[in-house]
């Protein structure tokens, strides 16, 4: 199983600063014939269910403020809030569907 | 609007048996796998089982093959899963979740509220 790994595990960052959360998979997860990084980011909030906010690495799904971004490649990725906003505390997931098992990184606890 | 709604969820011993639907509607359910996700307390995200949109293929999470049955009605726009010998590692939030594609593999865009599943005598 491919085995992802987020660092930190939480991070407290000011209202209107950066920040960035980082996911690293055990073995590429990008695929040259599409030219794809099957990497899924996930926000959740306390009581609620995930909600999808970038895949492919780097597409934010419609809806998604443009605040939020991803980058990455290979086995190494990231998730980056330009300018934290307090509607955005949450836990965050990455999740890798290159393969099943689809698994998902352990998370990490954004506060402010 | 996509909306999932996960029914069938309570407490049960410890060895027994309890079955989980979720009611899909807002797109074409029969194009779309569709998966289990949970959630133990406080934990992190487990993916548990997919179904194609046909229902034709299952996938399973080694934790639970051999002890849960995922299934679908595309009659009914309904996916199930059928969780037995239950022990208390399978006390979670049970999440239904639609595939982004018709074959199991695709990310997760849509996601029911959940349904808690506790495991206890």
């Known amino acids: 199983d491919i085995v992802m790994t987020q660092s930190p595990d939480s991070l407290a960052v000011s209202l209107g600063e950066r920040a960035t959360i980082n996911c690293k998979s055990s073995?590429?997860?990008?695929?040259?014939?599409?030219?794809?990084?099957?990497l899924a980011w996930y926000q959740q909030k306390p009581g609620q269910p995930p909600k999808l906010l970038i895949v492919?690495?780097?597409t934010r799904e419609s809806g998604v403020p443009d605040r939020f971004s991803g980058s990455g490649s290979g086995t190494d990725f990231a998730l980056t809030i330009s300018s934290l906003q307090a509607e955005d505390v949450a836990i965050y997931y990455c999740?890798?569907?290159?393969?099943?098992?689809?698994?998902f990184g352990q998370g990490t606890r954004l506060e402010i | 609007e996509v909306q999932l709604v996960e029914s069938g969820g309570g407490l049960v011993q410890p060895g027994g048996s309890l079955g989980l639907s979720c009611a899909a509607s807002?797109?074409?359910?029969?194009?779309?796998?569709m998966n289990w996700v949970r959630q133990a307390p406080g934990k992190g995200l487990e993916w548990v089982s997919s179904?194609?949109?046909?229902?034709?293929?299952?996938y399973y999470a080694d934790s639970v093959r051999g002890q849960f049955t995922i299934s679908r009605d595309n009659s009914r726009n309904t996916v199930y899963l059928q969780m037995k010998g239950l022990s208390a590692e399978d006390t979670a939030v049970y999440y239904c979740?639609?595939?982004?594609?018709?074959?199991?593999?695709?990310?997760?865009?849509?996601w029911g509220q959940g349904i808690l599943v506790t495991v206890s005598s």
């Open positions: 073995q590429s997860i990008f695929y040259s014939s599409n030219n794809k990084n099957y």
């Open positions: 179904i194609s949109g046909s229902g034709d293929n299952t």
């Open positions: 492919w690495s780097s």
């Open positions: 807002g797109f074409a359910f029969s194009t779309y796998a």
């Open positions: 999740q890798q569907y290159y393969e099943t098992p689809r698994t």
């Open positions: 979740a639609k595939d982004s594609g018709q074959n199991s593999g695709n990310y997760f865009d849509n």
